[in-house]
């Protein structure tokens, strides 16, 4: 359970506020996302990154940037919370299989965020 | 882009019953199908995966079917018990792509 951490577990904030989320995994893989899960449960990759790269960077509003300062962490900042932010937020990661693509992505334990 | 269609969205099965969802995509040139199952409040988890080199993969009472001429996959779950009731997704990766592409889930209710 441990292979792939998010902090915080739960986080409620006022509108317009700004807050960070933060991933770890210890798997040595290459790559890891961030992803939105709706309250209708929907999962929606927001970016992803390869070795400190960003590589998918979706349909996101700028207010949400992330950084990767190495390959194991990827940190979701979020600028001007809006009522709309509201969501599950989980982190990823995946190897690279031999043909350079992303393989099987082992999920986080989540983030959600309510903002109020 | 790839787009994957994921049916039904609820289905409830009396345990011991067999439970089957299917998925659909839109890009012949995708190569690699997993499904992922979310307990209430945890995180998905990979259960099985498909290649495209392969027409079905089976784990226990498990098993998925891949047919690349339809473009369509399924899960198949026999014995169906209660811990088997969650919402269920499946995915597909692009040839070549970094991302998977989810299809919308299913929240599978096992009745005991």
């Known amino acids: 359970d441990t292979a792939v951490s998010q902090t915080p577990k739960y986080l409620v904030t006022q509108m317009g506020n700004d807050k960070s989320i933060k991933c770890e995994q210890n798997?040595?893989?290459?790559?890891m996302y961030w992803y939105k899960q709706d309250s209708k449960k929907f999962l929606k990759i927001m970016f992803s990154y390869n070795n400190k790269e960003l590589i998918i960077n979706e349909t996101v509003p700028n207010r949400f940037s992330p950084k990767s300062p190495d390959k194991a962490h990827l940190n979701l900042h979020i600028n001007s919370l809006e009522l709309g932010d509201s969501a599950v937020y989980f982190c990823?990661?995946?190897?690279?299989?031999?043909?350079?693509?992303?393989?099987?992505?082992?999920f986080g334990p989540g983030t959600r965020l309510t903002v109020l | 882009g790839e787009n994957v269609e994921q049916h039904p969205s609820t289905l409830s099965v009396q345990e011991g019953d067999s439970a089957v969802i299917k998925c659909t995509y839109s890009d012949s040139a995708s190569n690699y199908f997993p499904w992922y199952k979310q307990e209430l409040g945890k995180r998905p988890q990979l259960i099985i995966d498909?290649?495209?080199?392969?027409g079905e993969k089976k784990d226990q009472r498990i098993a998925v079917t891949l047919n690349k001429t339809a473009k369509h996959f399924s899960l198949h779950i026999t014995e169906t018990q209660p811990e088997d009731s969650a919402v269920y997704f499946c995915?597909?990766?692009?040839?070549?792509?970094?991302?998977?592409?989810f299809g919308q889930g299913t929240r599978l209710t096992i009745n005991p």
């Open positions: 798997l040595g893989h290459d790559t």
């Open positions: 995915a597909a990766r692009l040839q070549g792509a970094q991302k998977l592409v």
């Open positions: 990823a990661s995946s190897p690279l299989s031999g043909q350079g693509v992303t393989d099987t992505q082992y």
């Open positions: 498909i290649r495209s080199n392969v």
